[in-house]
């Protein structure tokens, strides 16, 4: 069943520029390679046999490499994904079915990741994406994060 545009939405539908981040976004949605990363989480992520649901795995992930991406705390994240709809198209939130997670929530995700070593191979996954199409990412902070094509190797 579809359910009704939001006034936000249909706002945003209507624009006519793309913005960088939007560009960065889409560009690393096409790039990371999803079901690779999720299935290393998986064996590790709740499964919710206790207690309230977990918020999705995929959800998550996304949420985690937009706070790393844009150099944003939790708290700061928390924010950044109230008030950037690029955001939350990215990590498939709907504000009008459901909230953003919290800060608490987004810790104990990163805390997850770094006690079963994951933090490295998830970056280094991206990373040979990245350089398999030529292209490398350039940190930042949530202004300027982009992708920008590699110099060719030296070698």
Same mark, same amino acid.
């Given at each position: 069943?579809?359910?009704?545009?939001?006034?936000?939405?249909?706002?945003? *539908?209507?624009?006519?520029?793309?913005?960088?981040?939007?560009?960065?976004? *889409?560009?690393?949605?096409?790039?990371?390679? !999803?079901?690779?990363?999720?299935? *290393?989480?998986?064996?590790?992520?709740?499964?919710?046999?206790?207690?309230?649901?977990?918020?999705?795995?995929?959800?998550?992930?996304?949420?985690?490499?937009?706070?790393? !991406?844009?150099?944003?705390?939790?708290?700061?994240?928390?924010?950044?994904?109230?008030?950037?709809?690029?955001?939350?198209?990215?990590?498939?939130?709907?504000?009008?079915?459901?909230?953003?997670?919290? *800060? @608490?929530?987004?810790?104990?995700?990163?805390?997850?990741?770094?006690?079963?070593?994951?933090?490295?191979?998830?970056?280094?996954?991206?990373?040979?994406?990245?350089?398999?199409?030529?292209?490398?990412?350039?940190?930042? @902070?949530?202004?300027?994060?982009?992708?920008?094509?590699?110099?060719?190797? @030296?070698?």
């Amino acid at each position: 069943m579809k359910r009704q545009m939001s006034f936000a939405e249909a706002e945003s *539908a209507g624009k006519k520029r793309v913005t960088k981040r939007q560009r960065f976004l *889409a560009e690393m949605e096409k790039v990371v390679p !999803w079901q690779r990363l999720l299935s *290393a989480i998986g064996p590790h992520y709740p499964r919710g046999e206790r207690g309230r649901p977990p918020i999705g795995l995929e959800r998550m992930l996304r949420i985690y490499f937009l706070q790393q !991406w844009y150099g944003l705390s939790d708290e700061g994240l928390e924010d950044a994904l109230h008030d950037s709809m690029a955001m939350r198209v990215f990590a498939g939130i709907d504000l009008a079915v459901e909230d953003v997670p919290d *800060a @608490t929530t987004l810790l104990k995700f990163r805390r997850l990741l770094n006690e079963h070593d994951l933090t490295r191979k998830l970056f280094d996954e991206i990373g040979i994406m990245l350089c398999e199409r030529g292209l490398m990412m350039k940190e930042g @902070t949530i202004v300027d994060a982009t992708i920008i094509e590699a110099p060719p190797s @030296t070698k």
